[in-house]
């Protein structure tokens, strides 16, 4: 009897399974204030991450490359307002799997002390 049980909840747990790896981290862009954002020159900062998706089933930094490009863009700010991002995915075919990148391009503008 336990065997049947378990048999009938093991798909059940292995597709719980599949399905939460399938999620990414949410991220919030471009710098957050009160009132209008500051008023200067504006300078040009990228970042980008990547991941892999081996054999198209296996990730590899895929589901937090937005974070982590996010994270760095923000290193590359050091501290200035962000604004204007724009997010770019590409893709390239490997034969073992597929390369996913997430691109950021934004404007930093310097914060008045």
């Not at 399938?22 to 209008?36: E, F, K, M, R, T």
């Not at 895929?62 to 604004?83: C, H, K, M, P, S």
């Not at 597929?98 to 914060?111: D, G, P």
């Amino acid at each position: 009897m336990k065997s049947k049980t378990t048999i009938r909840l093991l798909p059940a747990a292995l597709a719980l399974g599949v399905l939460s790896a399938c999620s990414g981290i949410p991220v919030a862009l471009g710098s957050h204030q009160d009132g209008p954002p500051p008023a200067g020159a504006a300078r040009q900062i990228n970042a980008e991450s990547c991941g892999f998706q081996l054999f198209s089933f296996i990730p590899i930094g895929v589901n937090g490359r937005a974070a982590q490009a996010y994270a760095d863009l923000e290193v590359a700010a050091a501290g200035d307002f962000i604004t204007d991002v724009k997010v770019q995915e590409t893709w390239t075919y490997a034969f073992v799997g597929t390369s996913y990148c997430t691109k950021l391009q934004a404007k930093a503008i310097r914060r008045s002390t």
